[in-house]
């Protein structure tokens, strides 16, 4: 997947923003889309249905070019994706494109990586739709756990090993100096649990030191796994101690 794709569309400046204003009765609708791990053949029966009929499509980075190619040719796509300190746009320059595209009669298809409601921010875009009274539907995804669990065959649960399986994101939090990465920690490093890190690569060492420093045993089974279910997949698998430098 190309991760530096250029935008298929000024996001700023959509030429249905020039669209009068229309009754609410005449508004858009906005349906969320799940587009799974990168892979297109997992896509949900009623996520190809509705990207093959699909006219304006908001998509983020993480969408392969696998599953943007199932989008109509002729479809009027807008790249709103965000990178590691480089956003397109911020999320409420997105909720507001949505917003003002579904006012101006546009029905839209907001495709995310993964499935939408996890750490994917589409309970936020949703919230903001129903807001508005703008009609919206949420088709979920495969997510990025699952499809790297089958494409490894790590298991996520294991009755001889796991009983509980637990999603944080790895993602740095606050500004400057203060920046870190804000979970609790006690709570992860507990025994007989799956525990799976979103968007957790740049911030790897400073995981598994956390992890260790909480109790969890230096030699658990670890793995971090890149571009899941894609050809260019990436595996690497240690332990909690060893990960960082293998990685």
Same mark, same amino acid.
């Given at each position: 997947m190309d991760t530096a794709r250029p935008p298929a569309h000024d996001a700023a400046q959509p030429d249905a923003l020039a669209t009068p204003a229309l009754s609410p009765s005449e508004w858009g609708r906005v349906t969320l889309v799940g587009a799974g791990p990168g892979d297109a053949e997992l896509l949900t029966l009623k996520a190809a249905r509705v990207l093959a009929s699909a006219r304006v499509v908001l998509y983020d980075n993480l969408v392969s070019d696998d599953v943007l190619r199932q989008i109509p040719q002729d479809a009027e796509r807008i790249y709103v994706g965000k990178q590691s300190s480089n956003h397109t746009l911020p999320q409420e320059g997105?909720?507001?494109l949505m917003? #003002? $595209?579904?006012? =101006?009669g546009k029905s839209i298809v907001r495709l995310k990586g993964g499935d939408p409601y996890i750490f994917g921010r !589409? !309970?936020?875009e949703a919230e903001a739709l129903v807001a508005e009274g703008i009609a919206c539907e949420t088709v979920p995804g495969i997510s990025a756990a699952q499809g790297a669990s089958a494409s490894t065959g790590i298991p996520l649960t294991h009755r001889d090993h796991t009983g509980m399986l637990v999603f944080a994101t790895g993602h740095l939090q606050g500004e400057g100096e203060e920046r870190s990465v804000a979970?609790?920690?006690a =709570? $992860?490093?507990r025994? #007989?649990?799956t525990v799976v890190i979103y968007m957790g690569v !740049?911030?790897?060492p400073t995981i598994c030191a956390q992890l260790m420093r909480h109790g969890l045993a230096p030699d658990t089974p670890a793995a971090l796994i890149e571009r899941a279910t894609l050809p260019e997949q990436r595996t690497v698998v240690g332990s909690?101690?060893? $990960?960082?430098? $293998?990685a």
């Open positions: 997105i909720i507001e917003v #003002r $595209l579904a006012k =101006a !589409g !309970g936020e979970l609790d920690w =709570a $992860l490093a025994p #007989r649990q !740049g911030t790897l909690v101690q060893t $990960l960082p430098e $293998l």
